[in-house]
């Protein structure tokens, strides 16, 4: 079975940075675009960024460009999302999400993980 | 990459039908077919219903439909049971490697 285990929340200051990470089992996690979406706490779901099968192509929501970073580690079946500068309103759980891509790009997410809050407050 | 637009509520009877819309523009709902649909039960995560506007993933009930028109992406669901009482997300590409969700629309089955 197709599994992905986010980790890495918590409560950080306005300002500080955090590193979630998504654990993906039963699947070839190289094989896959793999992407994160956050939701607010009562609020809906926001696109957050994409990463190619190998890391090479990295795509951000133009809202969080230069302050969040998305990578992966295929050897260890790992996605991460390094958040940086982060500001109240970067308050939400964040899901990792495996992508299915036609013609080279991402348009639907078809697994999810349970997702991790990140609470950003002092 | 604005949120596409749904109606925050809806409401329908057991064995009834709803059909929740999602507006967008000719820059992803028009542009593209590749329309999704995820339903969230509150606590939990997302699920993916319906993609490339019409398909169903495997073990989705066929009770649950999807259509496009314009800039407008439409879900169907017919046979209304309760367990159908949740949030439903449209997402559609919007170019350059994005997507973008709509804003939720909350289903309640009376």
């Known amino acids: 079975d197709v599994q992905l285990e986010e980790s890495g929340g918590g409560l950080v200051q306005p300002g500080g940075s955090l590193r979630l990470s998504c654990a993906a089992s039963?699947?070839?996690?190289?094989?896959?675009?793999m992407s994160w979406v956050r939701q607010a706490p009562g609020k809906g779901l926001e696109w957050v960024a994409n990463?190619?099968?190998?890391?090479?192509?990295?795509y951000y929501v133009d809202s969080l460009k230069g302050r969040f970073s998305i990578s992966r580690d295929n050897a260890k079946n790992s996605l991460y999302l390094q958040m940086n500068s982060l500001r109240a309103e970067d308050t939400a759980v964040y899901y990792c999400a495996r992508g299915l891509t036609t013609f080279g790009v991402v348009i639907d997410l078809d697994y999810w993980g349970q997702g991790t809050l990140v609470t950003v407050s002092s | 990459q604005s949120a596409l637009t749904q109606p925050r509520s809806v409401s329908g009877s057991p064995g009834h039908s709803v059909t929740i819309s999602c507006t967008g523009t000719s820059s992803d709902v028009g542009g593209y077919n590749f329309v999704s649909w995820y339903q969230q039960h509150p606590g939990k995560a997302p699920k993916l219903m319906i993609y490339e506007v019409t398909k169903r993933p495997s073990g989705v009930p066929d009770r649950f439909s999807g259509s496009k028109s314009g800039n407008t992406a439409s879900l169907t669901i017919s046979g209304l049971q309760t367990d159908d009482e949740a949030d439903y997300y449209c997402?559609?590409?919007?170019?350059?490697?994005?997507?973008?969700f709509g804003g939720g629309t909350k289903l309640t089955v009376l």
């Open positions: 039963g699947f070839i996690f190289s094989s896959y675009w």
């Open positions: 990463i190619k099968r190998d890391g090479s192509e990295k």
């Open positions: 997402c559609s590409y919007a170019g350059s490697q994005t997507l973008v």
